[in-house]
């Protein structure tokens, strides 16, 4: 059992100095995700769930305690092995999109392939598929500043699984979108994890996202107050 | 060659920015490339100018000889010895007889210095032959910076007074018979060219010559005593001494040039590092190490270097050949 967690944390402290004192954001957090999640944390601003992101994605790593993710023990990595899990395993959803405003959307897709050496045809094909999955084929060519939220959030979405990652980390994908965008999008992931069997993870306060989360972990000063499983929503996300 | 391709495509995507970085750069190239042939361009004209009108292959110089010291003209003349004689009269060599004399036009004095040479020579690009004495009236030549100063116009008659070899005051009127025009200005300010033989016989000074000037191609040199041979190189010291002045203090001006290109790219970077921290952040979200994204920002800045070469030699190849059309060739005589 132990070996087929997915991510697994224990006892897990980032600490930032501020002044003389120290800010705890995470205090000993013990959480386990096992393939195919699709969970969330929420909790007010300054739980920790950020944080709690960016360290299951590489992107920092722990003060005290380990986080083990797909194997690899996040504390131990190289920069460079860090790397090459964010590029081979996981994708990252963000608030503003984080779009490269440079690139249309075709580039902006294809950019996480760039360091795989992929043959272009095989980046094509990976890129339309993408694309096809969000429905925005027919705006591969577009630049960002022409698309909208829902759009460029979509797009987000499609650089996030276009090398079919294992884990998918969502940071409050929707808080820039409106309803019915933010909608299209908890559909899109949900079928994709039901689909692909891919984890998700958001961090999030919106509560059309916590609708279709299927377990729910509740933050609180970096510690985590409430562990929460669905286990009989259905794929719209609601309670059967 | 993924670096290398993001790198190009932040940089076009980047459009005016990139474009304004790029244009002052390549400004700085071609001014710099631009003052520079121009210095090099000045230079070499003013030697090959010197060259055929003054200097020809150099110059024998009476040993008391100085141009630099007029006063010492009064004794700095001697009869040409045999072997540069023998240059002479196969037309490889032509002397020059220098003295100091005054002019009074329209009643002011003037001291110049009067200069004998040989009507018929071709050893230095002047237009001599206008020296050639028809009658009693002697034939005067000058340059335009001389007529400028005196007011002598082409016609004109003048009076000339000298001390000839033993000391004497003389004085005789000559007529301007040509006013050339020349880009050496020590064959022309302050000076009256007339026929060295009608000169030597004013002067009593029969033979004799301050200088001589020996043709471009002569490789033998005689050494001679009580004269002294100036290469063609020393008499062109000066001159290139002055374009290394002119080309040092280009330099500060191209260091500077380049230092306000420079702070213009270095000040745009690391704005972009500031501003495009988000964009960072998404790379390295996204499977970049921070070595790549240092090495795509390095790559960037770099390849505006690149583009501005491009682009100064796109517009800056025809602008200088332009350039030089307009200038070149140099003009003699």
């Not at chain 1, 779009?99 to 249309?104: D, M």
């Given at each position: 059992m132990e070996n087929s967690f997915l991510i697994k944390t224990k006892d897990l402290v980032k600490t930032y100095p501020m002044g003389q004192t120290k800010i705890f954001a995470l205090n000993g957090v013990n959480l386990n995700f096992m393939p195919g999640d699709f969970a969330g944390l929420v909790g007010?601003?300054?739980?920790g769930k950020t944080t709690f992101l960016n360290i299951v994605g590489s992107l920092d790593s722990p003060t005290e305690g380990s986080a083990v993710v797909m194997g690899k023990k996040i504390e131990d990595l190289s920069h460079k092995q860090a790397a090459w899990l964010r590029n081979k395993n996981i994708g990252f959803i963000f608030q503003t999109f984080n779009?490269?405003?440079?690139?249309?959307v075709y580039e902006n897709v294809e950019f996480t392939l760039l360091?795989?050496?992929?043959?272009s045809k095989e980046r094509k094909d990976k890129v339309m598929k993408a694309l096809e999955w969000v429905k925005l084929a027919d705006r591969a060519?577009?630049?960002?500043?022409?698309?909208s939220g829902g759009e460029s959030q979509r797009v987000a979405v499609a650089r996030a699984i276009v090398k079919e990652p294992s884990l998918i980390l969502a940071d409050?994908?929707?808080?820039?979108?409106?309803a019915e965008n933010s909608f299209n999008i908890l559909d899109t992931m949900e079928e994709l994890n039901r689909e692909m069997e891919t984890t998700f993870i958001f961090a999030t306060h919106d509560e059309k996202v916590i609708k279709y989360l299927r377990r729910k972990i509740t933050l609180v000063d970096g510690k985590v107050a409430k562990d929460e499983v669905f286990?009989?929503?259905n794929v719209k996300g609601e309670d059967q | 060659m993924i670096i290398p391709r993001l790198a190009l495509k932040n940089l076009l995507g980047a459009g005016l920015r990139t474009w304004l970085n790029v244009v002052v750069l390549s400004l700085s190239f071609v001014l710099i490339i631009w003052l520079q042939s121009l210095y090099r361009g000045m230079g070499e004209q003013a030697k090959e100018a010197k060259t055929d009108i003054e200097f020809a292959g150099g110059q024998y110089w009476?040993?008391?000889?100085?141009?630099?010291?007029?006063?010492?003209l009064e004794d700095a003349h001697g009869v040409v010895p045999g072997p540069v004689q023998e240059k002479i009269d196969k037309g490889e060599a032509t002397p020059i007889l220098v003295t100091q004399a005054t002019i009074y036009p329209e009643g002011r004095l003037h001291t110049i210095l009067l200069k004998g040479i040989d009507p018929?020579?071709?050893?230095?690009?002047?237009?001599?032959?206008?020296?050639?004495?028809?009658?009693?009236e002697i034939p005067a030549l000058i340059g335009t910076r001389m007529a400028d100063s005196t007011g002598l116009k082409l016609g004109d008659w003048v009076t000339v007074r000298w001390r000839d070899a033993v000391g004497t005051f003389d004085a005789r009127d000559v007529q301007i018979t040509q006013v050339m025009k020349t880009s050496v200005g020590t064959v022309d300010q302050g000076q009256i060219w007339i026929p060295l033989e009608k000169m030597r016989e004013l002067m009593s000074?029969?033979?004799?010559?301050?200088l001589v000037v020996v043709g471009k191609n002569t490789e033998e040199i005689p050494t001679v005593q009580g004269w002294n041979f100036k290469s063609l190189e020393f008499l062109l010291a000066d001159i290139e001494y002055l374009v290394r002045t002119k080309t040092a203090g280009g330099s500060i001006m191209y260091i500077f040039l380049l230092l306000l290109a420079m702070l213009a790219i270095f000040n745009t970077q690391v704005l972009a590092i500031f501003r495009r921290k988000k964009e960072m952040g998404t790379m390295m979200a996204l499977g970049f190490t921070r070595s790549k994204i240092i090495q795509l920002f390095t790559l960037e800045g770099a390849m505006h270097s690149v583009l501005a070469a491009i682009v100064a030699a796109i517009y800056g190849i025809p602008f200088l050949v332009w350039f030089a059309k307009q200038v070149g060739p140099c003009q003699r005589g």
């Open positions: 007010p601003s300054g739980s779009l490269l405003p440079v690139y249309t360091l795989l050496n992929l043959s060519k577009s630049k960002p500043a022409q698309l409050e994908p929707t808080a820039n979108l409106d286990e009989n929503k | 009476h040993e008391s000889y100085d141009p630099f010291d007029p006063l010492t018929q020579q071709s050893v230095v690009i002047l237009p001599s032959k206008f020296l050639v004495q028809e009658g009693e000074m029969e033979n004799e010559s301050s």
